[in-house]
């Protein structure tokens, strides 16, 4: 009675020609656009929409991880179903509405530069109007550290400010850090080299006019409390968003892609400018998630990018929450 | 220099009254808007189209999995993040474009009846209107089994056929099994005594004119094998959607939600008719998914609801693709 071989169903399909003749009428197009890249859940009476800037294609080199081989790393990716040599790796700004503030948490890869040949990224302002976020209404953007698709998205066409109306609430020790010469002249590799030249060219002068340094351990704007989470980068920060008992952690690159950084916390990321601060961070930060069961926001979890983690294996597995008909 | 209690962090924030003074501008209002529920992906030449039709919040009652105690479902619940005593249910029916057809597989919960006083269902007319897809144009409904989630959306208000130009394609030996009053009249529980009467409720005459029952082993139209796999009802069908070397397994109620059914192929959920058949027919698919290493889409499947399987425990963990900004 049961049939339920691939190849068996398969060689019974090539055996019939076709069961039912064309349509009458012209085929429906396909379509070839995906929904629109945002979701909404809420923290007590904060609302978040997550904001997709899209996935990146990166091939993976030699020193994608530097402390293991490109095979394991290959070996992962296909133990989760994925292509091996390319790091699909996700992009997810948070949109903030406290009710007070509407503040967007990092701004992703920008829509100039940064785009790689292969990636899909730059897709922020496509997403924020589809989500029906005006960038003007933006009060106040909050950086997590330097990296480029953290930061590049202040400016866009001309140099101009893509959230007119926002300050710009930075890491004070990152903001020191990459924009001292000193440092600059210091660079340890070329990656870090481009990094420091990367952040001369996206602080112009009228972004520095709007910089507001915060402090960790602190509020940044009510309802937003800044955490130190160096190693990735020296002045790195994670934030707790919280509204009366609920909170969520939006942590960040304290793992980049869960799925390779979370499950292998020993893994020391290519980015990762001091690698055993940032393993050392990522450990006690996850321990405090699982303990805590915790929400977390990551911006390169897999869109929505919210969930939870577990302890598995040696490391920690992502639970990503159900997606939600409603916020 | 580190600081990354959650406790101290907060503790830090509660110090500080506010940074910032009030924004000159009136607050953004918040959206309480989700995204719209829809996900493309490509199987070869063929465009899927995931259409979430909602979420239940079904109370878990002490029969809602026959062979284990309520407490076991909480436990589970409470490890996957989940609130306890609800069964939060997925229903993802998939429009497939294979280029000459546009088909439905499965028709949601219906806009009218079936829906429950907290359920957040029958979003499939919504939803497929934000796809871009427009319920004439559809050619074909195939139906997997006759339950209400599966058949009640082929009706709108007044009965009126929600697909005026699509046959509706329905399994052969489920079509006969609930439609025959010898059966009714031997229905052992009142769930399945309610299910015989839906079907007849939704099988008016203008839908039964455009019924045509397909055998399992064959096509059900070019590119869409039907696949015999009962034990949730009798003539339960899956079916194979495939595009030159690509497919994907369209496994309708093998499983319910995965994360309850698929890590637990033991669990004799309430609503299969013949549960010891249908956890055979479980294990063999999700022996068959893992070996062939095949994607695979749930009806009850977190949405985007497509996904690999892996062996786990003493059963199978869904892994669901990355959301990709791109079809």
Redesign the interface.
């Known amino acids: ?6 190849r ?3 060689a ?2 090539l ?2 020609a ?3 003749g ?2 009458a ?1 012209a ?2 197009p ?11 859940y809420r923290v007590g009476d904060t ?1 978040m ?1 997550v904001v ?1 800037d ?2 990146s294609r990166m091939p993976i080199g030699d020193d994608f991880v530097r402390n293991v081989p490109k095979a394991q790393v290959n070996a992962m990716l296909e ?4 292509e091996k040599d390319i790091y ?1 790796g ?1 992009y997810n700004p948070v949109v903030v ?1 406290t ?4 503040v967007l948490m990092d701004t992703g890869t920008g829509e100039a530069g940064f785009k790689s040949s292969e990636g ?1 990224n730059g ?1 922020l302002m496509l997403n924020l109007a ?5 960038p003007a ?1 933006i ?2 953007v909050i950086l997590s550290h330097y990296h480029g698709d953290h930061i590049n998205g202040l400016i866009g066409a001309g140099n101009s400010l893509a959230f007119p ?1 926002a ?1 710009i609430l930075v890491p004070e020790a990152e903001h020191r850090f990459w924009m001292d010469d000193g440092e600059m002249s210091r660079a340890s590799t070329p990656r870090i080299d481009a990094t420091f030249k990367n952040a001369r060219r996206v602080m112009t002068p009228e972004v520095l006019k709007r910089v507001r340094p ?1 402090q ?7 309802g937003v ?6 190693g990735h980068t020296p002045g790195h920060c ?1 934030h ?1 968003v ?1 509204s009366g008992a609920k ?1 969520v ?1 939006v942590q960040a690159d304290v793992t980049h892609a869960p ?1 390779l950084f979370a499950r292998n916390p020993g893994w020391h990321f290519m980015l990762d400018v001091d690698p055993v601060a940032a393993e050392a ?1 990522r450990r ?2 996850y321990d ?1 998630l699982c303990a ?3 929400l977390v926001q990551g911006f390169h979890y ?3 990018a919210v ?2 983690v ?1 302890k598995s294996g040696g490391g920690y597995r992502e ?9």
């Open positions: 009675m049961m049939n339920i071989s691939r068996e169903a398969l019974g399909a055996a019939i076709s069961t039912q064309s349509p009428r085929a429906a396909q379509s070839g656009k995906q929904a629109p890249g945002y979701y909404r609302e929409t997709n899209g996935v133990s989760l179903f994925m699909a996700p509405n009710g007070k503030n509407l899909i897709r589809a989500a029906g976020v005006d209404a009060d106040a109306n300050e915060y960790s351990g602190k509020e940044v704007i009510p409390t800044a955490v130190a989470t160096p994670s707790i919280s909170s952690y799925f961070t006690e930060v405090m805590e069961r915790m897999p869109f929505p969930g939870h577990e639970i990503l929450v159900q997606w939600s008909p409603t916020p």
